[in-house]
Each structure stands twice: as C-alpha cells, then as structure tokens.
C-alpha cells in the first residue's frame, strides 16, 4: 500500500503540470497565461455632428446602426503586422490591426453581385474631400452620370465621402478605393461597385491612422485568405447605335415632266421615326464607386 501512494501522487502531479503548461505559454522562461479574447469595446461619441473643412458631416442615429458595424476595439487574431487593413466582404466589415491580436473594426459596404474582388493591395495615396469622376463604363452603365465626366467637386452629396485611400497591387490601380459615404445606411451592405465605402465620421478615423504604403487584404467571399488578385467579371453595357437614314428615293410627278431637274423644288423627307438599334459591349476594366 505505501509502495502504491508514492506512485499515484507522481502520476497526480504530473498530470497538474500537464494541465499547467496547456493553459500557458512561456515568456523568458516563465509561464504566462494565454491571452484570452476581449469583450468589443464600443467607442464613444463616434458619430457625432462635426465640421471639417467647413463642410457640416451630421450626426448620425446610432441606434439605427447595427452594433456589429459601429467603430469598436476588438480582439482580432492575426499574424499582420500593426497597421495591416483587413476586410472581410463576408462580415461587412474593415480591421485596422493596432497590436499583437487588437484591432479597430469598422462597418462598411462592399461590392454588390457582379462587383466583388479579392487579393493584396497597397495604399498609394490619400485625399480629404476628393473629386468623384465616374469612369467611362460606369457612366454607359448609367447615363444620368454623364454630367459628372469631368469630375464632381468634394462635398457632402459626393459618393466618396470625406475621405478616400486609393488602392493598388503591384503598382495598377484597378479603381479600387477605401472611401466615405453619404448613404451611411448602405453599411453592412452589398451596396457598391466593388469600392469599400464607410461612414463619414469612421473614414476620416481610418484615415488619420494610415500614412501611406499600408498592407490591404480582401479576404475572398468565403472568408480565406487570397492566394492570387481576384477580379470581377466583364460587365455587359448596352450602347445606342446611331440611327441610320436611308436616302430619300424621288418621287414621280407627272406636272414635272419635261421640266429640268435645276428647277424643280427639293423633295421633302420626313424624319425616321425607327427605334435605335441596341449593341452589346463588354467592359474589360473594373470601376469603383
């Protein structure tokens, strides 16, 4: 019996160790308890009305958007580097990654059915206020835009917001932009033309945090990692032929005859009232929006 007990007290204490070192990690030697996810911290007074470059950016009802979208610290499990961007389309939502395993999370909208893209980016540059012009397939795909060919000046009714950080991988620019909106309900949506729109007030936060050069990653639609530049595919436009007008043919007038063809009067034609013909075009670029 005694022979016994000295035997079960070392199995005993070697399966605490076990335990021990399966809740622990080391640090210098010593165990250190493994981190353990955060509850979100939500922060305060995100939304609130301001002025910036004296254009008014309202308040928003932050009741009305869903907590899930609205700015927050967050436990992220990543092996990016502190300030990597990490958008997850799936989830609607942006990481700003802030340290090992912590990040900001944002809401936003992403690309609609047909828009969607994945892979690695950099941000090549950033602009307060920026001018929206629409590119050349977007405005065949909505003529309406037409008006806006040279440009639409920053402000508040303009589509990218107060703030837009312009994306490129391996130095092309595919339209790709990270920008703000003021279709602030249109977060947590499939909504855009594959750009990530945010709210107003969240953009301008992102981008006081980013100085250029960052690492973006758009996680594929199932949530992985990209292994390769993902685009959408051609989008078809419909364009209006020019209409065609047959020659006007002579007609025959018995008062004419025998007069010379100098003196009579120039027969008048009537308008063709004939529906435009429709073309198919392909569009081979992406555009954002």
């Not at 945090?209 to 051609?234: A, S």
């Not at 419909?238 to 120039?266: D, E």
Request: include cysteine.
């Amino acid at each position: 019996m005694r022979a016994l007990f000295p035997a079960a007290l070392k199995t005993f204490i070697a399966i605490g160790f076990v335990a021990l070192l399966s809740a622990c990690v080391t640090e210098g030697g010593m165990p250190v308890p493994k981190a353990k996810p955060g509850e979100p911290k939500l922060v305060e007074n995100a939304y609130l009305a301001t002025k910036d470059a004296n254009i008014d950016i309202p308040a928003l009802p932050v009741e009305e958007i869903p907590q899930e979208y609205r700015r927050q610290s967050v436990y992220f499990e990543t092996a990016e580097a502190p300030g990597t961007i990490i958008i997850n389309p799936s989830q609607r939502v942006l990481h700003y990654v802030t340290g090992k395993n912590q990040a900001i999370r944002y809401g936003i909208s992403v690309g609609r059915a047909g828009f969607e893209w994945a892979g690695t980016a950099i941000v090549s540059e950033k602009k307060p206020w920026p001018t929206w012009t629409p590119p050349a397939e977007m405005i065949a795909r909505d003529p309406k835009l037409a008006k806006w060919k040279d440009g639409q000046p920053g402000g508040p009714t303009n589509p990218l917001g107060a703030r837009a950080i312009y994306l490129t991988t391996n130095g092309v620019d595919y339209g790709y932009r990270i920008h703000g909106t003021p279709e602030w309900r249109s977060i947590g949506r499939n909504a855009s033309s594959g750009c990530i729109r945010m709210i107003n007030q969240d953009v301008i936060d992102l981008y006081n945090r980013i100085q250029g050069g960052e690492k973006v990653v758009v996680l594929t639609r199932d949530g992985q990692y990209p292994t390769r530049l993902i685009l959408p595919p051609p989008q078809p436009v419909k364009k209006v032929a020019p209409v065609v007008v047959p020659a006007a043919i002579p007609s025959f007038n018995p008062l004419l005859q025998g007069v010379p063809p100098s003196l009579q009067a120039p027969a008048v034609t009537t308008p063709s009232t004939t529906a435009p013909a429709t073309t198919t075009t392909t569009i081979t670029t992406t555009s954002g929006g």
